[in-house]
Structures are given as C-alpha cells and as structure tokens.
C-alpha cells in the first residue's frame, strides 16, 4: 500500500491527498536539483563513516577490512595508556582555550568596526584588506613567519640586535609557541571572521538606530543596546560550533611551525595522528584519534548547546 499524505489546496482552502509517490514524480525537478547534494553527503560524509570500524581493527592494507584482525578496544586503550596522551589533551586544550579568548571575540570587534565605516568606498577597500590573509596558504603564512622572527634573517631580530640588545628566539622557545600560534591565526582569519556578523548586522532594522538617534544615544550605545542583542543568536552559535572543535587544532599551521625544541608543547592529536597513522602506517591509530576527538567534539556542542538552552537562548537544534 503506498503511503498516503494529505495537504491543502491554496485555492479552495480544502484537504486533498495522493500518494506520496505521485507528488516526488510531480515535483520531480526540485528533486533533481537537490541530487548533486545529496550524492555530495552520501559519498563523503555517510559512506566514510565505515572507516571509523577501522578503530577497532588491526588493519592491515594487505588483508583488508574483512580481512584484518579485530581487537576491540585495544587501540583506545593505548592512546589512553599513552604517556603522550596528557601532553596532547594539554597542549590541545591550551592552544584552543587561547584561541576561544583572543581570537573568537576579534572578529566581532572588526565587524563592529567596519559596519561603522559609512563611507562605502573605503569600507569597502578595508573589507578586502582585512579578508586577503585567509587566501594565502599556512606555507606562506609560516614562511613569513621565519622571515620576521627567526634569529638568522629575521627582520626583527636584526632591530633588536642593532639596538645593542640579545636577540629572541622566538621560533625555538617554548613558551612562545601558544602565543605565536594565535596570532597568526588571528591574522589569517579574523577579516573572514567578520562576513557573518557582518551579514547579521545588515539585518538590523535602521529605525531602531533612528529611534536611538531621537533618544540621545550615541554610538556606543547604540552597538551595546542595538547591534550586540541583534547579533547575539549569531555569536552564540557560533561559539557553540566554535566549542564542538576544541579537540580539533591547526594541524598544518602546527606541522609546519613545530620543530624538536618547541614539540613538548606542540604535540597535539592532529600530529600524533599524523606521525603514528600515515609516516609509521598504523592506520587504526589514527582512525582512533579521530573517531576520539570526534566524540570530545560531539559530547561539547550537546553540553554547550543543552547549557545555552537553559539560560534562555537559542541554541543551535
């Protein structure tokens, strides 16, 4: 029997049904434009999951998925047991605490900033200046990096030795590393940051800024009582996507910064994948790591989102 639905006629304001089947082929079409997405998720983001059985495998390439050795929870317990496991669980949780500070809250501050640029012009000019660090590659942005700090030809190490002082290793110092971290992520990705809350701000209704005008209020209060409540569900949502990526980190940025002398803070599970899963080929390692960080991710947007709902906000289900 197919299976019935039943809807309203807009034109005679009366109940009708047909077969669920009927009205796919009637509305074919939408379907079709819609196929290309979903062929996009079945074969990228569902298929894949089977990979995440590989965690409990011994994998081997040569013997193959069916082939290969189960072994339970085995490989969990050896990065548990892992006498790098806390190092990593730290320097992540540091690297991405340091982040969530500093550089969440910065784009929001340069959207506020542009929106009150009212000269198009030369808002527009500051838009494409602050959004061209995300085009260029972490390569670039590292080798910028080597150029500016390094202690041989780095440009800043040169003004600190000309003005009679020692130079800094600031590439090869540990405590460094978080810091320099953050501010080339900064750099790099808070004027992409802003496109959203930008988006949000366009949103606002003028007449609210009008009727502040005619109150008195200037522009300070007008961000604080007008723009900030308007472009709240916006940042709360994104700090709770922000929030679910904590285990995650920049591991190209991290890989192409690290070197021995910075690695007991820059060892993050991003690159203990990386070394364990493909230079050493134990691929169950590493589909371990990600399926680990996956659940630390889905467990803090559920906390994060649960929490948010019961302060009265708008989470993001």
Do not use: C
Request: aromatic letters at 14%; glycine letters at 8%.
């Amino acid at each position: 029997m197919k299976p019935q639905i039943t809807t309203v006629n807009r034109a005679t304001g009366k109940l009708q049904s047909g077969s669920l089947l009927s009205r796919m082929y009637k509305h074919r079409m939408i379907y079709l434009l819609i196929l290309p997405g979903l062929l996009y998720f079945l074969l990228f983001k569902i298929v894949p999951l089977w990979g995440l059985l590989l965690a409990f495998q011994d994998y081997n390439p040569f013997l193959g998925f069916t082939g290969s050795e189960w072994v339970g929870f085995k490989h969990f317990n050896e990065l548990f047991a892992s006498s790098n496991f806390y190092i990593m669980l730290r320097n992540t949780l540091a690297i991405n605490l340091i982040a969530l500070v500093f550089h969440f809250p910065l784009p929001i501050l340069l959207a506020l900033m542009l929106n009150e640029i009212r000269h198009e012009t030369f808002k527009r000019i500051n838009q494409s200046i602050v959004y061209l660090p995300h085009f260029l590659s972490w390569v670039v942005v590292a080798s910028m990096t080597f150029f500016l700090l390094s202690t041989d030809v780095g440009i800043v190490n040169k003004l600190i030795a000309q003005s009679g002082k020692d130079t800094i290793s600031f590439l090869s110092e540990p405590n460094y590393f978080w810091g320099l971290l953050t501010a080339q992520s900064m750099w790099k990705e808070a004027g992409w940051g802003t496109i959203i809350f930008l988006a949000a701000m366009a949103g606002v209704d003028p007449q609210r800024y009008e009727a502040a005008v005619v109150d008195g209020a200037g522009r300070f209060r007008q961000i604080w009582h007008i723009t900030l409540p308007a472009i709240r569900p916006t940042i709360i949502i994104l700090l709770i996507l922000r929030l679910g990526s904590m285990a995650d980190t920049g591991f190209e940025q991290i890989l192409l910064m690290m070197n021995p002398l910075v690695r007991s803070v820059g060892e993050v599970f991003d690159t203990y994948s990386y070394t364990y899963g493909i230079l050493q080929g134990k691929i169950s390692i590493g589909v371990t790591v990600g399926l680990f960080k996956g659940l630390v991710g889905l467990f803090l947007i559920v906390a994060a989102n649960k929490i948010v709902r019961r302060l009265g906000h708008e989470g993001i289900y």
